[in-house]
């Protein structure tokens, strides 16, 4: 890339999250869950590109510690917009947001998504994978996908989609959104500026909708199974031992 296309990671982190508060600290095989996934990051793209956006001086201690860039934003509406402000700060074309609550998303998925990028510059582009065989299509955590033909977003949500009349017509897998994102500058500020939540994005509690209101469309890539999001104190253990199965070294040991 040359240097007017530099792509980074953006990890937007907050403390207050009403679900889990402190959820980026929460420790993981004994070391911070924010930190995880700075560390994947920067398996795909290289510390020097991986950044770490938060309000929060917790946060941004840990992070510092440990030799990732911060940057500090003001208080945001959610992780994009928090993005949006990051993305002023940082001299960058391509801005890929990794969700801080997915220390099991693969450094080649990142790639994958910033790739696509791209080659579709005009799209923004969203990663999906299909649920786990243990995962509830009717858990209002998880963000289940619909999809033209050709992998173009046409809805997300919260409930199972898509819905079916008769049960023979009930579909045999569903697709569910994996938070890994690629947006220009552009796309960002967009965002941004458009200043509060959109009805869908604000009944459903899924930011990308946003997009969707103002006429961008979303290109949806298909990225490895197995992916696990700490959404609740209870999803602790389950990733733990999926970050266990997969090699994950415990670093109090």
């Not at 289940?144 to 017509?169: C, H, W």
Request: aromatic letters at 8%; hydrophobic letters at 40%; proline letters at 6%.
């Amino acid at each position: 890339m040359s240097h007017e296309e530099r792509a980074v990671v953006i990890i937007p982190a907050r403390f207050a999250s009403s679900r889990y508060p402190g959820k980026p600290l929460v420790n993981l095989l004994g070391k911070p869950m924010i930190l995880w996934v700075a560390e994947l990051a920067e398996k795909a793209i290289g510390r020097e590109n991986v950044y770490i956006a938060t309000d929060d001086c917790r946060i941004k201690d840990v992070v510092e510690n440990a030799g990732f860039n911060i940057v500090m934003t003001g208080p945001a509406l959610t992780g994009t917009d928090r993005l949006a402000q990051a993305a002023e700060q940082i001299d960058a074309e391509i801005f890929v947001n990794v969700q801080g609550d997915e220390p099991l998303a693969d450094p080649s998925d990142i790639l994958k998504v910033l790739e696509h990028k791209c080659i579709h510059p005009e799209f923004i582009i969203n990663g999906f994978s299909y649920l786990n065989e243990d995962e509830n299509p009717s858990n209002v955590n998880i963000p289940k996908v619909i999809t033209t033909e050709d992998d173009k977003l046409v809805y997300m949500s919260r409930a199972p989609i898509p819905g079916f009349k008769d049960q023979e017509n009930a579909p045999k897998k569903y697709k569910k959104q994996v938070c890994i994102y690629a947006f220009s500058k552009q796309e960002l500020s967009a965002f941004g500026s458009f200043g509060r939540k959109s009805s869908l994005e604000h009944s459903e509690d899924i930011e990308i909708l946003r997009f969707l209101e103002f006429g961008k469309t979303i290109k949806m890539i298909e990225t490895k199974p197995g992916s696990y999001a700490v959404d609740a104190p209870s999803d602790v253990a389950i990733v733990e031992e999926a970050m266990k199965s997969r090699g994950f070294k415990n670093e109090t040991l």
